[in-house]
């Protein structure tokens, strides 16, 4: 069984930064692209941004490319989301995922492919 646990979501300013880490544990964190998704009140999921197995490719979200950056360490099985120029959009829970049946390449955009999820961690930037 697969668990994931995210943490690190708080309370910033517009124009701030913060660092999302997802832990894995159950199976070998390698063998899995991950991905990061958020939801805001009212809204469905929304993808984020994506990373391969080893963590040599990654894709992003319009929304967030150039701001954020979705990184892994597969020795401490942590996938992390470093997250700058904040802004009030960006406010939502995010959830880290890990999507179990991808055999190559980042991890899928639609969150129906996902296998695995975490409970999410709230992320508030005030304007």
């Known amino acids: 069984q697969v668990q994931l646990a995210e943490s690190g979501g708080q309370l910033v300013q517009a124009g701030g930064s913060l660092r999302l880490s997802c832990g894995l544990s159950?199976?070998?964190?390698?063998?899995?692209?991950m991905g990061w998704f958020r939801q805001a009140p009212g809204k469905e999921r929304a993808f984020v941004a994506a990373v391969s197995r080893s963590g040599g490719s990654t894709y992003y979200a319009d929304s967030v490319k150039g701001r954020f950056t979705i990184s892994r360490d597969n020795a401490n099985n942590t996938v992390y989301l470093q997250m700058n120029s904040l802004k009030p959009e960006d406010t939502a829970v995010y959830y880290c995922a890990a999507d179990v049946a991808r055999l190559g390449g980042v991890g899928r955009t639609n969150p129906s492919s996902y296998d695995y999820w975490g409970q999410g961690t709230q992320v508030t930037v005030s304007s």
């Open positions: 159950g199976r070998t964190f390698s063998s899995y692209p």
